[in-house]
């Protein structure tokens, strides 16, 4: 017959994988509860700060396009006033990208 030493030592025995689960459960919840509680601000503010910079990256770039525009009309403009009628050098015309090119 065993002893009630034995037997509560087989019993911890027995449930030792079980009680390394749950406290590596216990543990993980912690450590996430932890990360979570002190990082997301940050994540939130770093969020937030990288769609207004997207929004304002948009903006600057549409700026751009609209003054390539300007810029190819001044461009244009000028060519076309130095243009000794349209004879020996052709239509010139805007690619859209802030460059021009000659038709012949």
Same mark, same amino acid.
């Given at each position: 017959m065993m002893s009630n030493n034995n037997? =509560? =030592?087989?019993?911890? /025995?027995?449930?030792?994988?079980?009680?390394?689960?749950?406290? *590596?459960?216990?543990?993980?919840k912690q450590i996430e509860e932890e990360f979570e509680s002190k990082y997301s601000k940050?994540?939130?503010?770093? *969020?937030?700060?990288?769609? /207004?910079?997207?929004? %304002?990256? =948009?903006? &600057? /770039?549409?700026? &751009?396009t609209k003054l390539a525009r300007i810029a190819d009309n001044i461009v244009l403009t000028e060519l076309c006033l130095r243009d000794d009628g349209g004879?020996?050098?052709? =239509?010139?015309?805007? %690619?859209?990208?802030?460059?021009?090119?000659?038709q012949q």
């Open positions: 037997m =509560k =030592k087989l019993k911890q /025995e027995k449930n030792s994988p079980l009680a390394v689960s749950l406290y *590596v459960l216990s543990m993980r940050r994540i939130n503010y770093l *969020v937030g700060a990288n769609n /207004e910079l997207a929004h %304002d990256l =948009k903006t &600057c /770039e549409e700026q &751009c004879g020996s050098r052709g =239509k010139i015309y805007s %690619d859209g990208r802030g460059g021009v090119y000659q």
